[in-house]
């Protein structure tokens, strides 16, 4: 059975920091390109940061760039999102997934809140 689950989220005052973490399993998870997303109430889900099946490379969202990182410890079935200096903008659902270009898996969230 595939899943993905994350973790790691919660309430951060402003200029806090979260380290979420993503659980692959029921696939091999070094195969896939894994990214982070996240959902604002009321707004489309937006692409985050993403990595590449071996780590090697990442792309961020430009308001995030400087202030996350994405990184994975495949031998883990892992994948990190480390967020620095958050805003209360950063508030959000934030989701990780797993993609090839067949198919793609997604987690169920998990709540971040940045607030004073």
């Known amino acids: 059975q595939v899943q993905l689950v994350e973790s790691g989220g919660g309430w951060v005052q402003p200029g806090g920091s979260l380290k979420l973490s993503c659980v692959g399993s029921g696939f091999t998870f070094s195969g896939y390109a894994m990214s982070w997303w996240r959902q604002a109430p009321g707004k489309e889900r937006e692409f985050v940061a993403i990595t590449s099946g071996a780590g090697s490379s990442t792309t961020y969202l430009d308001s995030v760039r400087g202030r996350f990182t994405i990184s994975r410890d495949n031998a883990k079935n892992m994948g990190y999102l480390q967020m620095n200096n958050l805003k209360p903008e950063d508030t959000a659902v934030y989701y990780c997934?797993?993609?090839?270009?067949?198919?793609?898996?997604w987690g169920q969230g998990t709540q971040v809140t940045v607030s004073s």
């Open positions: 997934k797993a993609r090839r270009p067949d198919v793609e898996y």
